[in-house]
């Protein structure tokens, strides 16, 4: 059985989201796959990530003894749950891979098609 409100959504040409508008999967369509048992599972679309020349670079940051990459996103985007932004930003799969190595440079950008 639909969502009512979802289907009015989806009438209205609407995107509804089940993530907030800081979340990496904000946005991305949903799908419903049924199982052969009949159990119908809810996901997430693929995620493309752009290429990082595509991000405005605000400024660098070198990394530090004790660096964290969530203190890092607190520090320059006012939001610790905004590290996959860097890792986007960065091409890094692997958030920790990033403030690994002491003197690393992180780049810090705009979000994906903003300018500034």
């Known amino acids: ?8 959504l989806q009438q209205t040409g609407l995107n509804n989201s089940y993530f907030s508008p800081t979340s990496r999967y904000y946005g991305l369509e949903t799908k419903i796959l ?18 990082p020349e ?12 004790d660096d964290r990459l969530d203190t890092i996103a607190h520090q320059y ?3 610790a749950e905004q590290f996959w932004r860097i890792c986007d930003s960065n091409a890094v799969l692997h958030p920790n891979s990033l403030t690994e190595e ?10 994906e098609g903003m300018s500034g």
Do not use: C, Y
């Open 54 to 65: 595509a991000f405005q670079l605000l400024q660098e940051h070198q990394v530090s003894q």
């Open 77 to 79: 985007l006012g939001d």
């Open 102 to 111: 002491i003197g690393n440079i992180i780049k810090i950008t705009l979000p």
């Open 34 to 51: 049924e199982s052969k048992d009949h159990k119908k599972h809810v996901f997430v679309k693929r995620r493309f990530i752009a290429q």
């Open 1 to 8: 059985m639909n969502n009512p409100l979802e289907t009015i």
